[in-house]
């Protein structure tokens, strides 16, 4: 398990040089939150900013050619990939939970309602991102395009259907 974490703090700081879209995601929430977007529309939100940082070390990885450092690294190929799904998860878990702060946030100076049948969306979308992140690290970057675009777009179609349905079963 050692070599796991080795892999995700590797992983953590080949991606130091792109910490500033970070700040951009919290930017863009608070710009969000500010105007008075539910909690539904915050987490998707981020979800796709997260999705989009996460995919960077791919991309990183293929453009410097990585694999050797990897390989250098004396680890096995089935470590490799549990230390980039552990990155991966912790910048999700790390997204979600600032957005969440955030939102309760907006909720304690009254700029939102908290609404708890709009997280089940919001699972849903992060489940989806996280499966498209497992086609980018198996097909890589520039073989995935395709898919990934499909996965996304087939989400938003999916998640507009489901939050039609509840508006209609819980609003008279």
Same mark, same amino acid.
């Given at each position: 398990m050692t070599?796991?974490?080795?892999?995700?703090?590797?992983?953590?700081?080949?991606?130091?040089?792109?910490?500033?879209?970070?700040?951009?995601?919290?930017?863009?929430?608070?710009?969000?939150?500010?105007?008075?977007?539910?909690?539904?529309?915050?987490?998707?939100?981020?979800?796709?900013?997260? %999705?989009?940082? %996460?995919?960077?070390?791919? %991309?990183?990885?293929?453009?410097?050619?990585?694999?050797?450092?990897?390989?250098?690294v004396c680890v096995s190929l089935n470590e490799v990939v549990l230390g980039r799904y552990t990155f991966v998860f912790l910048n999700y878990l790390a997204g979600m939970v600032a957005i969440i702060i955030l939102y309760l946030g907006f909720v304690m100076c009254g700029k939102a309602i908290f609404n708890a049948p709009d997280m089940m969306l919001v699972f849903s979308f992060l489940y989806n991102n996280w499966n498209t992140n497992a086609v980018i690290f198996q097909n890589g970057v520039h073989q995935s395009k395709v898919m990934v675009s499909h996965s996304f777009c087939s989400c938003n179609v999916i998640g507009g259907i489901t939050l039609f349905c509840i508006c209609i079963i819980w609003c008279p």
């Open positions: 070599e796991v974490a080795r892999i995700t703090k590797l992983d953590f700081f080949i991606m130091k040089s792109q910490a500033i879209s970070y700040f951009s995601l919290v930017a863009v929430i608070l710009i969000f939150g500010l105007i008075g977007s539910p909690i539904t529309v915050l987490c998707i939100t981020g979800a796709w900013f997260i %999705a989009l940082m %996460a995919t960077n070390i791919f %991309a990183i990885q293929e453009k410097n050619h990585l694999d050797r450092l990897y390989g250098s």
